[in-house]
Nanobody, 122 residues
Framework: QVHLAVSGGGLVQAGDSLRLSCAAS???????MAWFRQAPGKERDVVAAINWSGAMKYYADFEKGRFSISRDNVKKTIYLQINSLKAEDPAVYYC????????????????WGQGTQVTVSS
């Protein structure tokens, strides 16, 4: 199983930008990958996904325009650029390989780890 290390979160001001990173080690990195986020008291939802080549990208409707997902297969890392952070963005962000394009459920396995916390101050 691939091990995923997520980083890049922090405390930012509304309107700022962040770039989150998800670095993979071990296992395979050939799956479609997705970013998820979980706000306090809410379910974990997919926010963006990218296929292996990077040619196909998906964004949840409420994220279009501000979020940008990318990947570097040489570095085995995927990224999530978040621009114009808003008060509704605070959450723990995670990444995981997904079952297939259009099926945003994570593969079986423990990929979640601690995620990276994004906090927005107004």
């Amino acid at each position: 199983q691939v091990h995923l290390a997520v980083s890049g979160g922090g405390l930012v001001q509304a309107g700022d930008s962040l770039r989150l990173s998800c670095a993979a080690s071990g296992g395979t990195f050939e799956n479609a990958m997705a970013w998820f986020r979980q706000a306090p008291g809410k379910e974990r939802d997919v926010v963006a996904a990218i296929n292996w080549s990077g040619a196909m990208k998906y964004y949840a409707d409420f994220e279009k325009g501000r979020f940008s997902i990318s990947r570097d297969n040489v570095k085995k890392t995927i990224y999530l650029q978040i621009n114009s952070l808003k008060a509704e963005d605070p959450a723990v962000y995670y990444c995981a390989p997904v079952r297939g394009w259009g099926d945003w459920r994570a593969l079986d396995g423990d990929y979640w780890g601690q995620g990276t916390q994004v906090t927005v101050s107004s």
